[in-house]
């Protein structure tokens, strides 16, 4: 499906392999026709956004602890 959420408690390495297994998803499986074309650019924008507010959080909670 390519409306997936994921949930989890990921340490920052492991952040960031689900981020890019997520973005070559988007990559190789979005761009099949030209309405998908921009879907797949909103998408990608929210991957990238989401990926940078995670590693904010563990920043965040690294730096209290």
């Known amino acids: 499906s390519f409306n997936q959420t994921k949930v989890a408690t990921l340490c ?3 952040n960031t392999k689900l981020f890019w297994e997520c973005m070559i998803h988007c990559l190789i ?12 650019v909103v998408s990608i924008v929210g991957n990238v956004n989401m990926y940078r507010e995670v590693n904010s959080e563990l920043k965040k909670r690294k730096n209290t602890t």
Request: proline share 0%; net charge positive.
């Open 29 to 40: 499986l979005g761009w099949w026709g030209i309405k998908s074309f921009f879907i797949n």
């Open 12 to 14: 920052k390495s492991c």
